[in-house]
């Protein structure tokens, strides 16, 4: 069952239960689906890959847009955010906690035979693709720079 499918599913069963909140994340990232879609051609479906892309990016958005609403102390919006936010979380792969995603990075270091802070590029490039969907870029980045600027690894 492709993504569009399931949130179509998922979208019926937020009309009949009345989750007005759920129904309105399902609905945006419907309309993301779609929109992928008509750029692309449309003839054919997305490619899981393109999926998961299109949801870590409205992910990234509803994280951004909940810090900004955070600084500005308006609670409210921050909330309507954040439910958005788990909902469209449920559809992304389970994402790595802090040790395993250190755990991985070590790994990809050593693969790559990354010596210091200079290999960060190397070290980012492949970090990103083999953990897309599973961590954060910000959070990769981050983990990826105190693990090259500790020369104990």
Known sequence: MSLKQRIEADIKQAMLAQDKPRLQALRSIKSLIMLAETEKGGGEGLTPDTEMKLLNRAAKQ???SAEV????????????????????EEYLPKQLDEGDLRVRLLDIIQRVGATGPSDLGRVMG??????????????????????????DF
């Open 62 to 64: 509803r994280r951004e």
């Open 126 to 151: 492949v970090a990103s693709k083999e953990l897309a969907g599973q961590a954060d870029g910000r959070a990769i980045s981050k983990a990826v720079s105190d693990l090259l600027n500790n020369t």
């Open 69 to 88: 609403y955070a600084q500005q102390q308006r609670a409210d919006l921050e909330q309507v955010e954040l439910a958005e936010l788990a909902v469209i």
